[in-house]
């Protein structure tokens, strides 16, 4: 099968392209929903020192003034939006903001999600499902519908969602969470199926990083225990946003990514093998 | 001055060069990328009609092959680490009639590569899998996959190819190991 | 007594001298199957002696799986004395298995050892039975373990074979679906010799083991695994094919 005899939406065919210059992310612009704190916030981080202009978004107005600071300080091109992440208008106004503000919208990062507390499966209530599937879920869903659009009229996408580890491995009393957790794989699945005839592509990342929002570990003995916990796996170590989950999610956005949809990519240190 | 990554691809198949040709620019002293499989391996055929030389030729030396590579780059990388890339076709996942031998091969090499990956990790030795279509990297076999989903976005191009290895060969990918990428523009897409 | 009827079926069981494929040699016997037990060894003979003490059928084959003419006369006697085949389970590893080894350090003898067992045994098995199994409309089943889908930290070579007759099985499920012939994998956690070594130099592993399954113990080869697999040989399970299934407790769900 000639690979050059499919459908040339969207990507540059010249086989003399700079292999190093697909995943150039200058000018692209994001949406990162949840971009104050943890893996949101190490990516908006990183998209903004590889030249992204950004949509971010965050509940509170506290963190989106810090994130705004930072990113000033840095020169970056972005807005900065309050949305609760399951709020279907909220998600299309981040997008509408960044096609006003930019012209376009060329990747959308659908990190947004809440905490759950454990609870086991035989005490789960309506509202224990509820939470994860209309913040995560839902959430997801809206953001990407926004963005399709304007994607599908370009003839070009990238959708990243996000997955869980301890979905995969079916962890107790995350029956909730990780429920949501593979709702989104199997949307991430069903939307690369759909919409790669756009050249669109959707996938989802599996991140491990939890230092971020451990306790206690300005105890030297709880952070022993923290790190012996990692000591077991293929890179020892609990993952960095900025170095190792965001790059990932870099990739995923950029031209270089072109020809993986409906994948999940581990960004875990090796934890989970999957496939 | 640029170091190349060292692509190792026996049996002189035509995508080893090309993806050689691909990477050639890339600096990234460090990484070895590992071709599994030519056109002599994944000749298309039912198993019962195979020699035992036969057999020996496309699952056995294959995985061989893959041993010795990995082997050198562990002994090359040693000291100060690097990353290791194999490079193979995605038909392992599904299976594929008439690839016995071979698929075999494919898929203990991927077991190995993890394996590798979970040995070498203290190490700093990074080894992950990139999975191609079948007809990308040996053309004579692409009728044995045809029984796959055509892909979602079109088939990949060489130059996508590479730049997924690029991907992992990347320093900034630190936290990447045992992982697998499927590039093939969406037809293999396993739970 | 046994739930699935195998009756009137022949099963032969490579490695059924010990460990998992005795427990599949026995549970299939209880079922109802003539067990063909091949063995290298003739431990072989005492898991006939004891299916037939139960009042089953079996008869013993010396058999190297290692060796094409020898697993071809394993399945000549199981279609000579039965007049039929309707599976073959191939259960077989090297006796290296659960020895630990660093990847860089293989050695071309261990390299052997691991591959003619899993790798050549397969093939053997399949070609020699692949006649007999059409007529009977059969399966050919192979052995898996975690360490073939995640790779393992201890034993790398252990986990290229498992990671290989994943692949080998389900290619041959396709490429013998028109036979009407299925090909499926089981990946099981039973004791087995191996495993009762390493438990006997340190107890505290079983219990370790035991809190990571989530039916909390490591599984019996007859009663959890062997029968799991009669039913698979079954023809309840002729739908079934290019499966992996697991009969561990829930050890491993990542499949």
Redesign the interface.
């Known amino acids: ?1 000639d ?6 939406r969207g ?1 540059d ?1 010249d ?1 003399r ?4 210059a ?2 150039n992310l200058d000018g692209k612009v994001v949406v990162v929903t949840g971009a104050t704190r943890g893996v949101g916030l190490g990516i908006a981080r990183y998209l903004a020192g590889r030249g992204a202009r950004l949509v971010v978004s965050a509940r509170g107005a506290e963190g989106l003034a810090a994130l705004s600071a930072e990113l000033d300080d840095r020169g970056a091109a972005y807005v900065a939006r309050t949305a609760d992440a399951g709020d279907r208008d909220a998600n299309f106004a981040l997008v509408a903001a960044a096609v006003q503000e930019f012209g376009t919208v060329d990747g959308v990062v659908a990190n947004a999600v809440t905490s759950n507390p454990p609870v086991p499966v035989e005490e789960l209530t309506e509202a224990d499902l509820d939470v994860p599937f209309d913040a995560s879920v839902k959430g997801t869903v809206w953001l990407m519908q926004a963005a399709f659009p304007v994607m599908r009229d370009q003839g070009r996408g990238r959708v990243v969602t996000f997955g869980s580890n301890a979905a995969l491995n079916g962890v107790p009393t995350y029956a909730a969470y990780s429920a949501a957790k593979e709702a989104i ?1 199997a949307i991430t ?1 069903t939307a ?6 756009h ?3 959707v996938n989802s990342i599996c991140p491990v990083s939890v230092r971020h929002h451990t306790p206690g570990l300005d105890d030297p003995e709880a952070l022993a225990r923290f790190e012996r916990g990692f000591s077991k ?4 170590r609990d ?2 946003l900025e ?3 965001a ?2 999610v870099g ?1 995923l956005l950029s ?9 999940t ?6 934890r989970i ?3 | 001055m640029t170091t190349p990554v060292r692509v190792v691809a026996p049996g002189a198949s035509s995508f080893g060069t090309a993806l050689r040709d ?2 050639a ?2 600096d990234a002293p460090g990484c070895v990328v590992y071709v599994c499989g030519d056109e002599d391996a994944a000749t298309v055929g ?3 009609a ?1 020699t ?1 030389d036969e ?2 030729r496309r ?2 030396r294959v ?2 092959d893959a ?1 010795a590579a ?2 050198d780059a ?2 090359e990388l040693s000291p100060r680490g690097g990353r290791i890339v194999l490079v193979a076709p995605t038909a ?10 071979f ?20 190490a700093g030795i ?1 080894v992950n899998t990139v999975l191609v ?1 079948l ?2 990297l040996v ?1 004579s076999a ?1 009728g044995a996959t045809s ?1 796959l ?1 055509p ?14 290895v ?2 992992f060969v ?1 320093p ?15 037809s293999v ?3 | 007594m046994s739930a699935v009827d195998l009756s009137g079926r022949t099963v032969l069981v490579t490695g059924g001298g010990a460990g998992v494929g005795r427990g599949i040699a026995l549970a299939c016997g209880a079922a109802g199957a003539h067990v063909v037990v091949a063995s290298r060894r003739e431990n072989g003979v005492e898991v006939v002696d004891e299916i037939v003490t139960r009042r089953g059928a079996a008869s013993w084959s010396q058999c190297d799986v290692t060796d ?1 003419e020898s697993v071809a006369a394993t399945v000549a006697h199981a279609v000579a004395r039965t007049g039929a085949l309707h599976a073959v389970v191939h259960n077989a590893t090297s006796n290296q298995s659960s020895v630990p080894h ?3 350090d ?1 050695s071309g003898e261990l ?1 052997e050892q691991h ?1 003619s067992v899993s ?2 045994g397969a ?1 053997h098995c ?2 020699a039975a ?1 006649a007999a199994l059409r007529v009977s409309g059969g399966t050919l089943l192979v052995m898996t373990s975690p ?7 201890t ?3 252990y ?17 013998w ?1 028109p036979h009407g012939v299925t090909v499926n994998v089981v990946s099981p956690l039973a004791y087995s010799p191996a495993m009762e070594n390493a438990v006997a130099e340190d107890p505290a592993m079983e219990e370790r083991l035991a809190r990571r399954v989530p039916l909390g113990r490591v599984g019996d080869p007859e009663i959890d695994v062997g029968r799991g697999v009669a039913l698979l040989v079954s023809a309840d399970a002729a739908f079934v094919t ?1 499966q992996t299934l697991g009969i561990d407790g829930g050890h491993f769900m990542s499949l």
């Open positions: 099968m690979p050059r005899s499919n459908d040339r990507v065919w086989d392209v700079s292999v190093s697909l995943e794989r699945r690369a199926a759909e919409w790669g005839r050249g669109i592509t796996q293929p890179v020892p993952g960095r170095e190792d989950i790059p990932v990739f031209d270089a990514s072109a020809y993986v949809t409906g994948q990519l581990m960004a875990d240190g090796g093998m999957l496939r | 691909a990477l620019e890339v039912p198993l019962d195979l035992p057999w020996d699952a056995e995985l061989r041993l990995l082997r562990h002994r392992g996942i599904p299976g594929a009639p008439e690839l016995v031998p698929v075999t091969a494919v898929e203990g090499a991927r077991a190995m590569a993890k394996s590798a990956a979970r040995q070498w990790g203290a990074a279509p007809e990308l053309p692409a029984f989903s892909p979602a976005i079109g088939a990949p191009t060489l130059a996508h190819v590479a730049a997924a690029v991907a990347d900034s990918r630190h936290g990447v190991t045992g992982a697998t990428l499927v590039v093939d523009g969406g897409m396993a739970p | 094409r660093r990847l860089e293989v390299w591959s790798l050549r093939y399949a070609v692949l360490a073939g889908i995640e790779g393992s930290a034993l790398p070579l986990a290229t074979m498992k990671g290989a007759l994943r692949g080998f099985a389900k290619s041959l499920a396709r490429e679906a290019g």
